[in-house]
């Protein structure tokens, strides 16, 4: 399984940016699908989560200015990054836990984790 994350740039203050994640591979299912983000000097940390029934969680810095959605038939998650502020500036991964298929034997192992390679997102002021 493979996750490719696409749509980081660079943005001035107050733009917006949508990040995109699909997954590929023997994919059985997918069960939470999320965004983390890590910027220089800092540890990783959550940005947004949805699970596979559409609940959905942010941190708190990104409430009411970021949105995650997901295209179930296409294996992808979005982050629509509105109002963006230097601080958002940062790595930003994308994460899926997924139950895979194994096509030798047929067998299923769940909740895998995944995690793409990051795409930078430059927010200026």
């Known amino acids: 399984v493979q996750l490719q994350a696409s749509g980081g740039g660079l943005v001035q203050a107050g733009g917006s940016l949508r990040l995109s994640c699909a997954a590929s591979?023997?994919?059985?299912?997918?069960?939470?699908m999320g965004w983390y983000r890590q910027a220089p000097g800092k540890e990783r940390e959550l940005v947004a989560v949805?699970?596979?029934?559409?609940?959905?969680r942010f941190a708190d810095s990104v409430k009411g200015r970021f949105t995650i959605s997901r295209d179930n038939a296409k294996n992808t998650v979005y982050l629509q990054m509105n109002s963006l502020k230097p601080e958002d500036t940062a790595v930003y991964y994308c994460?899926?836990?997924?139950?895979?298929?194994?096509?030798?034997?047929?067998?299923?192992?769940?909740?895998?984790?995944?995690w793409g390679k990051g795409t930078l997102v430059t927010v200026s002021s």
């Open positions: 949805i699970t596979s029934g559409d609940s959905t």
């Open positions: 591979g023997s994919i059985f299912s997918i069960n939470d």
């Open positions: 994460n899926a836990e997924v139950n895979v298929r194994y096509s030798d034997t047929g067998s299923i192992r769940y909740g895998i984790d995944y």
